[in-house]
């Protein structure tokens, strides 16, 4: 069991939520997508894949056989589901160094919520609600957000030189194509594994696989 | 500045790099303690002479600069052996009771750099427990007027040296100095050596790449003598300006950026006013730098100097910053206005400067050493796709897409990047946490600039309040990892990790501005130009911890 996969970090976080106070939070949800810039510093810390919020009423968790004792809760829940590169520290830490009003806008109204700053208090309350993650699969374990971001840019540009360029002059093509490598400027980066953010045995000894290229014989040396 | 520290209780080399005090000599020792209480009494004696961080000068609450300085930490195992109980060493952090060696894979100190290749003092730290360091003395010299201002340094440094022997021997074998230093010729020394690079004889701030070093350094609450140097070296707060850094970052017992106190050991007087260091001795592979550089240089279309400058982000000669000066017609300005200039000018031009004007890395590239290492505000970075502006986003909810075409805007034109404004609670927020002091000195000399072999490098002391977050951070994510400055595995030039495998080269992009006719210099097989040699993490204590861990009353119950 992992929340790591690749280069890829799995987080999931519930908190309870007082039911009449649910509303308010729905409102902040469907205002924050709508109201420009409420996301910006979100969208700039360019480390995250994906993050999202729901919230599910307490009558609402999956009762999946009749067999399943039924639950009784007394509150609703917030479920925050998030897939972003690096390590725990460095997620939750960019988060409280960089919008702590917007994680506080989205918590207040959770139980216990202890604000984002000071830092440790903030710690404490993720890690306490944090649901490990049990199986976790990534399609690109090589890449992180800004790799897949960079890799389509790349193919589009190609794509879009390679019609520009069918009929031109050598001083043109050559003007185009430094036009098309300063346009990808911030898109050429390697895609290697990362430096391993755990160290634990298990992500230890495959990085030692790995740059012995043995890795390959499980079918996981990613073009190597 | 407000808050005042209390200087009598803080070591001096916290406080103070000593290089740029008139400092240019250092002596590091490594010692192993045998016998717990004369360890103790070793300590207590040391302490006594310990430099605090004391303003220098005349007048109520100063002191005469010293001839030579002495300074004391400690490892993990050096405190256990001291008798400091373990209700107080559970509360170090994981990282300091690892210790470096354990830490490789974080640090990215394989191949040429894994520890099989460190000094034998380092390689055989940690594996038996009479091997093992406990304490690192470091001692730093004062340099005299004239022409013997080196030889009265050495003169000072030997008298220390011959002191503090005099206090090792008193203990009779309960606490040794460690041999395995690595000197010039393979020999091994019971310290290491450290000294400013010289030309010709006279003082120089070089190291041995032949970059000016030892500007930037950050500048945090409380230290009174560092008022005028906070421009550049603090945190970038809005508007271009600056403002000290928490004391907290690096020292604790204060409150840091996170407005909570850093994690410390307990008792609160065992930690308050006390950090850590990281130590490490980096060597520099000259030759292999030479020829790289030469190379490159021949086909870098701003010439050889303008590369160098681009590994790094200031030019070799005079330190200018490539933001400054990110041509050779802007750096004949700038060494005209520098040559014009007073001190305090002189200072500014070096160090007051932001990113801001270079969000897309045309003057001074994303992985040049000091970008990476302290990008300043520049991680506020955004690069928008044409699509709706604000107001046509918030119509787009009520009105149809087709009537909105006046409220589009084009977006950012290719390869640029620009300042995400207010997108951060503090523009700099992802670095303010990321800052490191340094200290250390460079030690060796080249003698034969054809060869990597020899002995010659810097020996960096990293000083910080938290090893993970500060320096194994920056050294992992942002030296040997570029993701956060989109540049993918691509790593920073000089320091890097870089591959030392053919079929995967490592590379760097040099960007162009977006707005000019030229394409980005693409660096390619990048070699390994520095490896580490060793090196271990270290508590600094304040002077009343010294007096504590001596008299062996540390007791947080
Ligand atoms: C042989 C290895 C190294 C060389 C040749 C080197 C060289 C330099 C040079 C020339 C500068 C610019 C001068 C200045 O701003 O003071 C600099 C700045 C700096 N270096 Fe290094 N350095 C080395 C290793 C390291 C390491 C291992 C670290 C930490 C992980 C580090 C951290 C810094 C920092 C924090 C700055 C100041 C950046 C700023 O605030 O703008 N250096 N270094």
């Given at each position: 069991m992992s929340n790591i996969a690749g280069k890829a970090y799995a987080m999931n976080v519930i908190t309870p939520i007082r039911s009449y106070l649910t509303w308010v939070n729905k409102l902040i949800f469907w205002a924050a997508v709508k109201v420009p810039g409420v996301l910006t510093g979100l969208v700039t810390l360019s480390l995250i894949h994906y993050a999202r919020w729901v919230i599910i009423p307490k009558d609402k968790f999956p009762h999946l056989d009749p067999s399943q004792p039924k639950e009784n809760l007394n509150y609703n829940y917030m479920l925050f589901f998030s897939n972003f590169n690096g390590s725990w520290d460095q997620y939750v830490d960019s988060f409280t160094f960089a919008i702590p009003g917007g994680l506080d806008l989205f918590w207040k109204w959770n139980i216990r919520y202890s604000k984002s700053v000071a830092l440790t208090p903030f710690h404490d309350y993720i890690r306490y609600n944090q649901l490990e993650t049990i199986h976790y699969y990534n399609?690109?374990?090589?890449?992180a957000s800004n790799d897949v971001k960079s890799a389509k840019t790349v193919k589009s540009s190609l794509i879009q030189f390679e019609k520009d360029t069918q009929t031109v002059s050598d001083e043109e093509f050559l003007k185009l194509y430094n036009g098309l490598l300063r346009g990808l400027q911030h898109d050429l980066g390697d895609m290697y594994p990362t430096?391993?953010?755990?160290?634990?045995a298990y992500q230890v000894e495959r990085r030692q696989k790995w740059h012995e290229g043995k890795l390959a014989e499980a079918g996981e040396n990613h073009g190597k | 500045m407000t808050k005042k520290l209390d200087l009598l209780d803080i070591q001096g080399n916290v406080i103070r790099a000593y290089g740029r005090f008139g400092y240019p000599v250092a002596r590091y020792v490594c010692l192993n303690v045998r016998d717990g209480a004369k360890g103790r009494e070793f300590v207590g004696s040391i302490s006594k002479k310990v430099t605090t961080a004391v303003e220098w000068g005349d007048g109520p609450g100063k002191m005469k600069q010293p001839d030579w300085t002495i300074n004391i930490s400690f490892t993990y195992q050096g405190l256990k052996d001291l008798g400091v109980p373990t209700s107080s060493l559970i509360g170090f952090s994981p990282e300091f009771v690892s210790g470096m060696k354990a830490r490789r894979d974080i640090l990215g100190d394989d191949g040429p750099s894994s520890p099989q290749h460190w000094d034998p003092i380092w390689q055989r730290n940690r594996e038996t427990r009479e091997n093992d360091v406990h304490i690192l003395v470091s001692i730093n010299a004062l340099a005299g007027q004239g022409l013997d201002w080196l030889k009265t340094a050495e003169k000072n440094r030997d008298q220390a040296y011959k002191w503090f022997q005099g206090e090792v021997d008193k203990t009779k074998g309960g606490v040794v100095i460690l041999d395995g230093h690595l000197g010039d010729n393979g020999e091994q020394f019971k310290y290491q050596d450290a000294k400013i690079v010289l030309d010709n004889g006279k003082p120089t701030s070089k190291e041995h790449f032949g970059y000016t070093d030892g500007i930037s350094d950050p500048v945090f609450e409380g230290v009174p003598y560092d008022e005028n140097r906070v421009k550049g070296r603090g945190k970038q707060i809005p508007g271009g300006k600056w403002a000290p850094l928490a004391t907290g970052e690096f020292l604790l017992g204060h409150v840091d950026e996170a407005m909570e106190y850093p994690p410390s050991p307990e008792p609160v007087l065992l930690s308050r006013n006390g950090t850590y260091m990281v130590y490490r001795k980096l060597h520099e592979n000259v030759a292999t730098f030479d020829r790289y550089l030469e190379e490159q240089g021949s086909k870098f279309p701003g010439g050889k100097e303008l590369l160098a400058a681009k590994f790094v982000g200031r030019w070799r000669d005079n330190g200018a910053p490539l933001v400054k000066a990110p041509d050779a017609e802007s750096k004949a300005k700038y060494d005209a206005q520098f040559a014009a200039a007073d001190e305090q000018g002189k200072d500014d031009l070096l160090s007051d400067f932001t990113y801001d004007d270079d969000m897309s890395g045309g003057k001074c590239p994303f992985s040049s050493h000091i970008r990476r290492i302290n990008p300043r505000a520049s991680l506020e970075m955004i690069h928008e796709e044409a699509g709706f502006t604000p107001l046509g986003a918030f119509l787009s909810l009520f009105l149809?897409?087709?009537?909105?075409?006046?409220?589009k805007k084009a977006g950012d034109k290719p390869g640029s990047l620009k300042v995400s404004k207010g997108a951060f609670n503090t523009p700099g927020a992802l670095s303010d946490r990321r800052r490191l002091l340094r200290r250390g000195l460079p030690y060796g000399e080249v003698k034969d600039r054809t060869r990597d072999d020899g002995n010659h490098g810097i020996i960096i002391m990293m000083v910080n309040a938290d090893i993970n977050r500060q320096f194994e951070f920056v050294q992992q994510q942002w030296i040997n990892y570029g993701n956060d400055f989109k540049a993918g595995n691509d790593k920073e030039i000089i320091l890097g990790n870089h591959s030392l495998d053919d079929k995967f080269p490592s590379k760097a992009v040099l960007q162009v501005?977006?707005?000019?006719d030229q394409a980005p210099f693409l660096l390619s097989d990048i070699p390994r130009l520095v490896e580490t040699r060793g090196g271990e993490y270290f508590f600094i204590p304040s002077i009343t911890a010294l007096h504590m861990i001596a008299r062996g009353v540390v007791d947080p119950t």
């Amino acid at each position: 069991m992992s929340n790591i996969a690749g280069k890829a970090y799995a987080m999931n976080v519930i908190t309870p939520i007082r039911s009449y106070l649910t509303w308010v939070n729905k409102l902040i949800f469907w205002a924050a997508v709508k109201v420009p810039g409420v996301l910006t510093g979100l969208v700039t810390l360019s480390l995250i894949h994906y993050a999202r919020w729901v919230i599910i009423p307490k009558d609402k968790f999956p009762h999946l056989d009749p067999s399943q004792p039924k639950e009784n809760l007394n509150y609703n829940y917030m479920l925050f589901f998030s897939n972003f590169n690096g390590s725990w520290d460095q997620y939750v830490d960019s988060f409280t160094f960089a919008i702590p009003g917007g994680l506080d806008l989205f918590w207040k109204w959770n139980i216990r919520y202890s604000k984002s700053v000071a830092l440790t208090p903030f710690h404490d309350y993720i890690r306490y609600n944090q649901l490990e993650t049990i199986h976790y699969y990534n399609a690109y374990p090589l890449a992180a957000s800004n790799d897949v971001k960079s890799a389509k840019t790349v193919k589009s540009s190609l794509i879009q030189f390679e019609k520009d360029t069918q009929t031109v002059s050598d001083e043109e093509f050559l003007k185009l194509y430094n036009g098309l490598l300063r346009g990808l400027q911030h898109d050429l980066g390697d895609m290697y594994p990362t430096p391993i953010v755990t160290m634990s045995a298990y992500q230890v000894e495959r990085r030692q696989k790995w740059h012995e290229g043995k890795l390959a014989e499980a079918g996981e040396n990613h073009g190597k | 500045m407000t808050k005042k520290l209390d200087l009598l209780d803080i070591q001096g080399n916290v406080i103070r790099a000593y290089g740029r005090f008139g400092y240019p000599v250092a002596r590091y020792v490594c010692l192993n303690v045998r016998d717990g209480a004369k360890g103790r009494e070793f300590v207590g004696s040391i302490s006594k002479k310990v430099t605090t961080a004391v303003e220098w000068g005349d007048g109520p609450g100063k002191m005469k600069q010293p001839d030579w300085t002495i300074n004391i930490s400690f490892t993990y195992q050096g405190l256990k052996d001291l008798g400091v109980p373990t209700s107080s060493l559970i509360g170090f952090s994981p990282e300091f009771v690892s210790g470096m060696k354990a830490r490789r894979d974080i640090l990215g100190d394989d191949g040429p750099s894994s520890p099989q290749h460190w000094d034998p003092i380092w390689q055989r730290n940690r594996e038996t427990r009479e091997n093992d360091v406990h304490i690192l003395v470091s001692i730093n010299a004062l340099a005299g007027q004239g022409l013997d201002w080196l030889k009265t340094a050495e003169k000072n440094r030997d008298q220390a040296y011959k002191w503090f022997q005099g206090e090792v021997d008193k203990t009779k074998g309960g606490v040794v100095i460690l041999d395995g230093h690595l000197g010039d010729n393979g020999e091994q020394f019971k310290y290491q050596d450290a000294k400013i690079v010289l030309d010709n004889g006279k003082p120089t701030s070089k190291e041995h790449f032949g970059y000016t070093d030892g500007i930037s350094d950050p500048v945090f609450e409380g230290v009174p003598y560092d008022e005028n140097r906070v421009k550049g070296r603090g945190k970038q707060i809005p508007g271009g300006k600056w403002a000290p850094l928490a004391t907290g970052e690096f020292l604790l017992g204060h409150v840091d950026e996170a407005m909570e106190y850093p994690p410390s050991p307990e008792p609160v007087l065992l930690s308050r006013n006390g950090t850590y260091m990281v130590y490490r001795k980096l060597h520099e592979n000259v030759a292999t730098f030479d020829r790289y550089l030469e190379e490159q240089g021949s086909k870098f279309p701003g010439g050889k100097e303008l590369l160098a400058a681009k590994f790094v982000g200031r030019w070799r000669d005079n330190g200018a910053p490539l933001v400054k000066a990110p041509d050779a017609e802007s750096k004949a300005k700038y060494d005209a206005q520098f040559a014009a200039a007073d001190e305090q000018g002189k200072d500014d031009l070096l160090s007051d400067f932001t990113y801001d004007d270079d969000m897309s890395g045309g003057k001074c590239p994303f992985s040049s050493h000091i970008r990476r290492i302290n990008p300043r505000a520049s991680l506020e970075m955004i690069h928008e796709e044409a699509g709706f502006t604000p107001l046509g986003a918030f119509l787009s909810l009520f009105l149809p897409p087709s009537w909105l075409g006046m409220f589009k805007k084009a977006g950012d034109k290719p390869g640029s990047l620009k300042v995400s404004k207010g997108a951060f609670n503090t523009p700099g927020a992802l670095s303010d946490r990321r800052r490191l002091l340094r200290r250390g000195l460079p030690y060796g000399e080249v003698k034969d600039r054809t060869r990597d072999d020899g002995n010659h490098g810097i020996i960096i002391m990293m000083v910080n309040a938290d090893i993970n977050r500060q320096f194994e951070f920056v050294q992992q994510q942002w030296i040997n990892y570029g993701n956060d400055f989109k540049a993918g595995n691509d790593k920073e030039i000089i320091l890097g990790n870089h591959s030392l495998d053919d079929k995967f080269p490592s590379k760097a992009v040099l960007q162009v501005d977006p707005n000019s006719d030229q394409a980005p210099f693409l660096l390619s097989d990048i070699p390994r130009l520095v490896e580490t040699r060793g090196g271990e993490y270290f508590f600094i204590p304040s002077i009343t911890a010294l007096h504590m861990i001596a008299r062996g009353v540390v007791d947080p119950t």
